[in-house]
């Protein structure tokens, strides 16, 4: 049974129309990420909740946010993608426990935005 | 800045030859150090998490090993099914949370 559900799986846009990728997860964990993956490159974090808190990366572009209007759910808008954009996005949850404790990753299967 | 390193960037084995991957880190402090499996067109699949030098960890034909300064997977006897990316990623003792810095991945082709 998926845990974490993305959608599309794939997303084709034109240069500087906006997209906006969902997610939803059943694990009921208080924290979610989204991850920027290029090819052959490694996961790149851009921000991250934790509950309703936002917290964005120092070098995640202002072309990026993203909304969690509850716990099941997290969508990543990019506002006008560039070519650069180009890439599988990632997302994934985490029980968060106490702060600064461990706990794995469960990611999303991606989805893979393509800027024509 | 915490680091991760892996190497090879890609491994071609035979069905049955078995190998190990590795995975160098410079951390401020681990609190761990995770590998993943990902398959093409698809997120990481979470494997082994790692504490402290001197644990292992064992999955049916894997095992991962941790020192303080790296990280192995050994595969033993691999199989076809066992092609796939693997990843490694450490999440730094001053983080407030689970915040994975990984690497760039080892691509593991094993042919019948």
């Known amino acids: 049974d998926a845990m974490v559900i993305q959608n599309p799986r794939y997303q084709v846009t034109q240069f500087g129309k906006p997209v906006t990728l969902s997610c939803s997860q059943t694990?009921?964990?208080?924290?979610m990420y989204w991850y920027q993956q290029k090819s052959s490159q490694a996961p790149k974090l851009l921000f991250h909740?934790?509950?309703?808190?936002?917290?964005n990366e120092a070098d995640t572009p202002d072309n990026f946010q993203s909304r969690r209007p509850n716990t099941s759910f997290c969508f990543l808008d990019i506002r006008s993608p560039g070519l650069g954009d180009a890439a599988m996005y990632l997302c994934?949850?985490?029980?968060?426990?106490?702060?600064?404790?461990?706990?794995?990753?469960?990611f999303g299967e991606g989805s893979r935005l393509t800027v024509l | 800045e915490d680091q991760v390193t892996q190497s090879p960037e890609a491994l071609r084995l035979q069905e049955g030859e078995s190998s190990s991957l590795n995975c160098s880190y410079t951390?401020?402090?681990?609190?761990?150090l995770f590998w993943y499996r990902q398959d093409p067109g698809k997120g990481p699949e979470f494997l082994f998490t790692?504490?402290?030098a001197g644990e292992e960890k064992e999955k049916e034909r894997l095992k991962a090993t941790l020192t303080k300064k790296e990280s192995f997977l050994h595969i033993t006897a691999p199989k076809p099914e066992d092609s796939a990316t693997y990843l490694c990623?450490?999440?730094?003792?001053?983080?407030?949370?689970?915040?994975?810095?990984f690497g760039t991945g080892t691509r593991l082709l094993v042919s019948p």
């Open positions: 994934a949850t985490s029980g968060g426990g106490t702060s600064g404790t461990t706990g794995e990753l469960f």
């Open positions: 694990l009921n964990h208080n924290v």
């Open positions: 909740y934790y509950d309703k808190d936002f917290n």
């Open positions: 951390v401020s402090g681990l609190r761990g």
């Open positions: 790692l504490y402290s």
């Open positions: 990623a450490v999440q730094a003792m001053n983080t407030g949370f689970q915040k994975l810095v």
